[in-house]
């Protein structure tokens, strides 16, 4: 999960260049109003700020030709040079944090407005998010059955560049278990907004990363945290190592909800920390050795 910048496409621009360029686009549209109610559902499109519900509203009094919507899904399955961006977008975005979800994985782009039956956003740059297959987990889904309850928008919601989610380790002796929640306040406008994407999109995969990811590192602390390669000096030198390594994580990513940042972000929390200091500083204990035995 982050927040993406909004890179300017000129998508008003790319569509008259296709609608003057091409033979086909020209040969079925033949009327220019539907290149007007494209525009027009763009500038409703940013001026709700990607909200679904805003947004279908107003899409009530604009609309085009099924063979106009038809062609706009063509095109971004055959982008053309105008419409090249969806290929670099893809490209650039690859092995990046997911904005969607925070895993690791990149490699696709999902339409925030499916393109069944919102086909008129099929090319408009701020309707497609590189994401992973978690994609497909959210499926045609916009919002939830309250109000505000809706998917986050990467280009649009601004509380993506906090740390929204909060994960909790227990049973660390024997099997460990991992919870997560929303630390954004209950008060916060964004809440329901961010609580529903977080339940319905995120919280089961990073769980499930995460207690690995734990199991993992207990078995070798070092390969996942590298200063531990070394016994900490002190108390105080371990959690340095451990804030440095959550500021590390949060820049390599661009994100403060990527999994591998929650995941060092457990370990900071005090109930954590102290157990993880116990077995670290157990007297006779090798340099970068498991922390429990196997």
């Known amino acids: 999960m982050n927040k993406l910048r909004c890179a300017n496409y000129r998508d008003e621009k790319r569509l008259d260049i296709l ?6 686009m020209a040969k ?33 009094k604009i609309s085009i030709s099924k063979e ?8 971004y399955d055959h ?42 956003f099929a090319i408009f740059s701020l309707n497609l998010v590189p994401t992973c297959l978690c994609n497909s987990k959210r499926s045609n889904r916009l919002t939830g059955k309250n109000v505000n309850e809706r ?18 380790l227990h049973h660390l002796d024997s099997a460990p278990t991992v919870s997560s929640r929303v630390i954004l306040p209950a008060s916060h406008p964004d809440f329901t907004a961010v609580n529903y994407h977080f339940e319905k999109l995120v919280q089961e995969k990073l769980e499930n990363y995460v207690r690995k990811r734990f199991i993992d590192f207990c078995r070798r602390p070092a390969v996942y945290i590298t200063p531990l390669r070394e016994n900490p000096k002190s108390i105080g030198h371990l959690r340095d190592i451990l804030e440095w390594e959550l500021q590390a994580k949060d ?22 920390f102290t157990w993880l200091a116990s077995k670290l500083f157990t007297r006779g204990r090798l340099p970068g050795k498991a922390l429990i035995p196997l």
């Open 19 to 24: 609608n003057s360029r091409s033979t086909k």
């Open 28 to 60: 079925v549209i033949g009327l220019a109003s539907d290149i007007s109610n494209i525009k027009a559902a763009y500038r409703l499109y940013k001026t709700n700020r990607g909200n679904p519900e805003k947004i279908i509203a107003g899409l009530s």
């Open 68 to 75: 106009m919507g038809e062609l706009l899904s063509y095109y």
């Open 79 to 120: 982008p053309m040079l105008p419409i090249k961006f969806i290929d670099k977008l893809r490209d650039e975005h690859s092995f990046r944090c997911c904005p969607m979800c925070g895993s690791f994985s990149c490699g696709t782009i999902d339409h925030y407005l499916p393109q069944a039956p919102h086909n008129i």
């Open 151 to 168: 998917f986050l928008h990467p280009y649009f919601d601004n509380c993506l560049q906090q740390r929204l989610i909060k994960v909790d």
């Open 251 to 272: 820049e390599e990513y661009a994100s403060k909800n990527n999994w591998n940042s929650l995941f060092v972000d457990a370990l900071l929390d005090e109930r954590v």
